[in-house]
Every structure is written in C-alpha cells, then in structure tokens.
C-alpha cells in the first residue's frame, strides 16, 4: 500500500508562509486521492485540503484563499502551500490518501509535521 512521508514544517510569523511536501510510494500516484488534515490542541482533527486523481481540489472555509493544495505525478508528491498565516493555523498537519478522503479519514497517514505560527 502507500506509504507517505512528509516534510516542511516549522516556525513562522503570522502573515508568512510554508509549504509542506509529501512524498508518495507503493501505488500509482495519480490514482488515489490525496489530501492534509490537521489537529490543534484540545480541539477535533479537520479535513484541510484534499485533491483527487483528476486534480479537482476542495478546502476548508477556513484557509480557501491562503492555501494550495497541488500534486507532481513526475516526483509522486503532493504539496499544501500555505500563505497569509494565521496563528489559528497552528497544528500538526498529516498528509493523507486513499480511495476516499473525508472527515472520518483516510486510509494512509505521514508521520504528522509540526506547523507552528507566532503571532
């Protein structure tokens, strides 16, 4: 099955940005799904961005407009860039794939990567 490991994450100030890699392996990239969720403390796990096989993408109220979710076949990963910063967006972010991405999860899970946004 898949396998999904993740990179970028870090320290920023509010109103900058990052973007975050996750490198795919073990399926044909371009026909499952992909996606980030995320989880902040105390607070439920979130379904933040996700893009299909055909390159159809959806996001979250909460971050259309600042992120970009997108996929290189040729290097089989996906990337969440993240502009205008907001410290709500703190989190540790989890790329994710399957069949299926939605709120209840996914079949494949990154290791999670630390975004963390100072005000």
């Known amino acids: 099955q898949v396998q999904l490991v993740e990179s970028g994450g870090g320290l920023v100030q509010a109103g900058g940005s990052l973007r975050l890699s996750c490198a795919a392996s073990?399926?044909?990239?371009?026909?499952?799904?992909m996606g980030w969720y995320r989880q902040a403390p105390g607070k439920p796990r979130e379904l933040v961005a996700r893009?299909?096989?055909?390159?159809?993408?959806d996001y979250v109220d909460s971050v259309k407009g600042r992120f970009t979710v997108s996929r290189d076949n040729a290097k089989n990963t996906v990337y969440l860039q993240m502009n205008s910063l907001k410290p709500e967006d703190t989190a540790v972010y989890y790329c994710a794939a399957g069949p299926v991405l939605n709120t209840r999860g996914a079949s494949a899970w990154g290791q999670g990567t630390q975004v963390t946004v100072s005000s």
């Open positions: 893009i299909t096989s055909g390159g159809i993408t």
């Open positions: 073990g399926k044909i990239f371009s026909s499952i799904a």
